[in-house]
């Protein structure tokens, strides 16, 4: 987000960048606990060449409260490996309700981690919203809801994003939000395949 001095107006510029950029780190509630987890790509795989690859990756959720460890891999078709589905109010790999989840406008405002909640902040934030990027309507931006681009939903959704902020700073049981729990809104599954050449 770029902000001056004086009148001029606060913009924010849509690089295009998809959900998959902030998909590398995800606050969850544990299972176990009901406390803050988080589910991060298993240690020791190469460098990614792209986000999409964090869909196929194998994944860990670790919880700091109670201990609990549990392991995440894409399941083989084939030559191909059958991807997660980003998107909905749980994490597409163990399908835990986010942590970072509150109630908005009479929707759920959700995120998957901070820089998620930065990004969002200064999107909502932004009078002037400018479009970029090679794939502009394959943007997180392009595709959010209704709800989140309206100018009259502004203050609300920037106290929304602030709470999620606050979440993120706790990690106990009796901190988790009353809105961190299934909704049902997970997308609908479909055919993401990996194969060596890449993601199609």
């Excluded at 009901?34 to 990756?57: C, D, K, T």
């Excluded at 980003?86 to 981690?113: K, M």
Aim: hydrophobic fraction near 35%.
């Amino acid at each position: 987000m770029d902000s001056t001095s004086g009148t001029e107006p606060v913009r924010h510029h849509d690089t295009g960048a998809g959900l998959a950029r902030f998909a590398g780190r995800m606050l969850v509630v544990c299972g176990q606990c009901g406390g803050r987890a988080v589910v991060v790509p298993r240690p020791g795989l190469p460098a990614l060449r792209y986000f999409s690859e964090l869909m196929f990756r194998p994944r860990r959720l670790v919880c700091g409260g109670c201990g609990t460890v549990a392991d995440w891999e894409a399941e083989v078709q084939g030559a191909g490996l059958v991807g997660a589905v980003l998107g909905g109010s749980e994490d597409p790999f163990f399908r835990r309700p986010l942590w970072l989840q509150t109630r908005c406008v009479g929707h759920i405002l959700w995120a998957y981690n901070e820089e998620h909640v930065d990004e969002l902040s200064a999107y909502i934030g932004a009078q002037l919203r400018e479009r970029g990027g090679a794939r502009p309507t394959m943007s997180l931006f392009a595709r959010l809801p209704s709800w989140m681009k309206r100018s009259d939903h502004r203050a609300d959704l920037l106290a929304g994003l602030e709470t999620l902020r606050a979440l993120a700073e706790r990690s106990a049981p009796s901190d988790r939000s009353d809105a961190a729990h299934e909704h049902g809104d997970r997308p609908r599954a479909h055919r993401s395949m990996y194969f060596r050449g890449g993601p199609y």
